[in-house]
T-cell receptor, first 113, second 111 residues
Framework: EAQVTQNPRYLITVTGKKLTVTCSQNMNHEYMSWYRQDPGLGLRQIYYSMNVEVTDKGDVPEGYKVSRKEKRNFPLILESPSPNQTSLYFC????????????FGPGTRLTVL | QKEVEQDPGPLSVPEGAIVSLNCTYSNSAFQYFMWYRQYSRKGPELLMYTYSSGNKEDGRFTAQVDKSSKYISLFIRDSQPSDSATYLCAMSARTASKLTFGTGTRLQVTL
């Protein structure tokens, strides 16, 4: 079954404690992205990657890091989380950027106290 | 001003009604126009997408794009309770690598 998986699905942490949210896809997609979703602001892109070792900033990259060492994985790293990073995070992937092949993961709800 | 504007709703309609959902945008470079459906506690799923202007129909769903007015619409005919979800419009100048989303409209279809 084609899918994008994220872990963890729910996380409560404290300010400053480094964390990583993993994202993995089983469709051999080149493109992967991270979004955050906040009430009244919709989905906003954090980072995206067009292939292994190729990443670029989205609209709201501050406070986040990513890496793309393998095609299937695209982890999101918060080195020093702050309360304003409390949000619902989605990972997405697509085949060569084709819109009709895009899949979203189930989401990770992060709370930073 | 946001690049993409979408009324957040909520919109409540009786079963069987025709639903109209809309977005406006300001960026003339947008060429791809998408509608996503998001159920509670789930990720968005692509419902329909259109390239440039025109209409596209898929079952009970019709997407319309009017680039001259910078206005897109999604129509749902014979709405069902299972259509209750948040509907997100999204736009892109090139590919799925860079999407700009509306804030979403929450739709409730009642029996």
């Amino acid at each position: 079954e084609a899918q994008v998986t994220q872990n963890p699905r729910y996380l409560i942490t404290v300010t400053g404690k480094k964390l990583t949210v993993t994202c993995s896809q089983n469709m051999n997609h080149e493109y992967m992205s991270w979004y955050r979703q906040d009430p009244g602001l919709g989905l906003r892109q954090i980072y995206y990657s067009m292939n292994v070792e190729v990443t670029d900033k989205g609209d709201v990259p501050e406070g986040y890091k990513v890496s793309r060492k393998e095609k299937r994985n695209f982890p999101l790293i918060l080195e020093s989380p702050s309360p304003n990073q409390t949000s619902l995070y989605f990972c997405a992937s697509s085949l060569s950027g084709r819109i009709d092949t895009q899949y979203f993961g189930p989401g990770t709800r992060l709370t930073v106290l | 001003q946001k690049e993409v504007e979408q009324d957040p709703g909520p919109l409540s309609v009786p079963e069987g009604a025709i639903v109209s959902l809309n977005c406006t945008y300001s960026n003339s470079a947008f060429q791809y126009f998408m509608w996503y459906r998001q159920y509670s506690r789930k990720g968005p799923e692509l419902l329909m997408y259109t390239y440039s202007s025109g209409n596209k129909e898929d079952g009970r769903f019709t997407a319309q794009v009017d680039k001259s007015s910078k206005y897109i619409s999604l129509f749902i005919r014979d709405s069902q309770p299972s259509d209750s979800a948040t509907y997100l419009c999204a736009m892109s100048a090139r590919t799925a690598s860079k999407l700009t989303f509306g804030t979403g409209t929450r739709l409730q279809v009642t029996l």
